[in-house]
Structure formats: structure tokens, C-alpha cells
């Protein structure tokens, strides 16, 4: 039976967010490219932000280094069949192809934008001048991420969304601490999984969304909330980086911690996204039965 009226209008409200979100997050990826990569400002900030992350390094750096050597290519095989065979049981059809659509465009897209489309100007602010955005590493963790939200039974999305992207968000953050990657480059890499993630949605249809209970509305809230004052700390840091020299230690620490606290904001605004997409209204087909002349 179909739903009528009713969820046809949820399934063009789904699929109109959907397209909207994967618009919005590759303005965001260029956006990053562009401020941060092509003008000297914003590599001059990101120089001063990389220097920061020299303090402290040595404590870090061991811990950081065991959540990195988890990233493989048999890794996201195994990412791959795991989200599948969970999509099937479930009988989400749909889900089980959009899963390795979703960890194949990703990471295809990043290695394509590092190494073939993006190129970094030699500004003469740093002595790298090979692009390094996005990052390949945060990538494969941000896809573990969307693929455990897509794949999370209902009443544990929420949790699933708060584990995968804090693994995915200390992932970034551990290529930063290792002096691998830039803020931008680990900003741009979840913006890229967003944006498989959304596109993701776009081909499971209105079956990846599931009714939202009080503890999944909860945390989209919470991160959407903790997205915007991630943000607005993380420009408060840049303008003051910016007009700065960048030469004392307080200056540096200002520029890391401006620089994480960014990355935080897009991690977690990813991932408020990405639930958002997978709950909210359903739709009267979901709700078929004797009383209403369904099939069970």
C-alpha cells in the first residue's frame, strides 16, 4: 500500500534536503580550498596553526599514532561488507547499495581533489607546496561514521552518530597532532563525506529514515547547537590570528586551538546533518496494518 499524499510529500521533503545538504557541503569543500589554500591569509594562518601543534606533540604524538595505523585499504573492505550485511539483515536493500557508494565516492573523490584537481599555489608563506587537502586519513573514518548512522538500527542512531564521528573527529585531530595535516584539510575531508553521505541518502530513499525518538532529537540538537559555538570560537581565533605575528607562544596556541576548535565545528555539524537526513516523518506507509487495510 502506498502512503498516499502523505509520504509523497516526506519523500520529496528527503530527497529536496538531501540534494541541498550535498550542494551546501561542496560549496564548503571549495570554500575551504579557496580561503585557506589559494590565499596567502589563510595560508599564513594555517602555518601559524601548524606551528602551534609543535607543543605538546611528543606527549601526543604516540596515542595519536595507534588511532592513524588503523587506516587501511582491507579496513574499509571490512567497513564495506560490515555495513552491507547489516543493511540486509535489516532487509534495506537500497541501504546495502548505497553503502559502498557512499565509502567508494568519498574516498575516490579526496584522492581525486589532494592530487588531481586542487592545486596549492606557492605563495611563499610555508616551504610545502604540495596540496595536502583533503585528508585521505580523515576520510576513511568519516565514511566508518555515515555508514554506522545509515546502517544504525532506529533506536540507536543516535549513539552510533556520536561513536562513528567522534572516531572520525579524532582521527583529524590525530593527523594534526602528528604535524600530517592542516585544520582545512580535515574540515574538507568531512565535507566530503557529508556530501557522500547526503548522496547516500538520495539513493536509499525514504526507507534510511527512521522515526526520530527523544534521545535522537536530543543529540542532532545538541550538535547543531555545538556546531554553531564551535564556529563562532573557531572565527573568534582566526580574525585574532590573522591580525597577529604569530610569533609568541600564546599567538600559536591561540592558532591551534582555533584550528581544532574548527575542526570540531564541521565534525560535528556533519554529523547533525547526517542525522538529521535519517530521521524525522516517515510517512503513513510505515504505519500499514489490519486497521488500515496493510499488508503485514
Not at 4 to 18: E, H, K
Not at 194 to 220: N, Q
Amino acid at each position: 500500500m502506498s502512503g498516499g499524499p502523505a509520504a509523497a510529500r516526506s519523500a520529496g521533503t528527503l530527497r529536496r534536503d538531501a540534494a541541498l545538504t550535498a550542494v551546501l557541503a561542496a560549496v564548503g569543500v571549495v570554500a575551504m580550498w579557496w580561503v585557506f589554500v589559494v590565499t596567502s591569509m589563510g595560508q599564513r594562518v594555517e602555518s601559524t596553526a601548524l606551528e602551534g601543534s609543535r607543543i605538546g606533540r611528543r606527549r601526543l604524538s604516540e596515542g595519536s599514532q595507534t588511532v592513524l595505523d588503523v587506516v587501511s585499504v582491507p579496513f574499509l573492505v571490512v567497513v564495506i561488507v560490515a555495513g552491507v550485511a547489516v543493511a540486509v539483515a535489516q532487509r534495506q536493500w537500497r541501504v546495502a547499495l548505497a553503502v559502498p557508494l557512499l565509502v567508494g565516492g568519498a574516498n575516490v573523490t579526496t584522492q581525486l581533489l589532494k592530487y588531481q584537481v586542487l592545486p596549492r599555489p606557492d605563495l611563499g608563506v610555508s616551504e610545502a607546496v604540495a596540496n595536502s587537502l583533503p585528508s585521505g586519513h580523515t576520510t576513511v573514518a568519516g565514511t566508518v561514521a555515515a555508514v554506522a548512522v545509515l546502517v544504525a538500527p532506529p533506536r540507536w542512531r543516535w549513539a552510533a552518530t556520536l561513536a562513528g564521528w567522534a572516531y572520525a573527529g579524532g582521527t583529524g585531530l590525530a593527523t594534526m597532532v602528528n604535524g600530517w595535516h592542516r585544520a582545512s584539510d580535515v574540515a574538507a575531508a568531512m565535507l566530503v563525506v557529508l556530501l557522500w553521505g547526503a548522496l547516500a541518502v538520495l539513493v536509499a530513499g525514504p526507507g534510511v529514515r527512521r522515526a526520530g525518538d527523544r534521545p535522537t532529537t536530543v543529540t542532532r540538537r545538541l550538535l547543531l547547537l555545538g556546531a554553531g559555538v564551535g564556529a563562532l570560537m573557531a572565527g573568534l581565533s582566526l580574525v585574532v590570528t590573522a591580525s597577529g605575528s604569530g610569533a609568541s607562544r600564546t599567538e600559536l596556541l591561540v592558532a591551534y586551538g582555533g584550528a581544532v576548535l574548527g575542526v570540531a565545528a564541521v565534525t560535528v555539524l556533519s554529523a547533525g546533518l547526517l542525522l538529521h537526513l535519517t530521521t524525522g516523518p516517515v510517512g503513513p506507509e510505515r504505519h500499514t496494518g489490519p486497521a488500515s487495510g496493510g499488508r503485514r
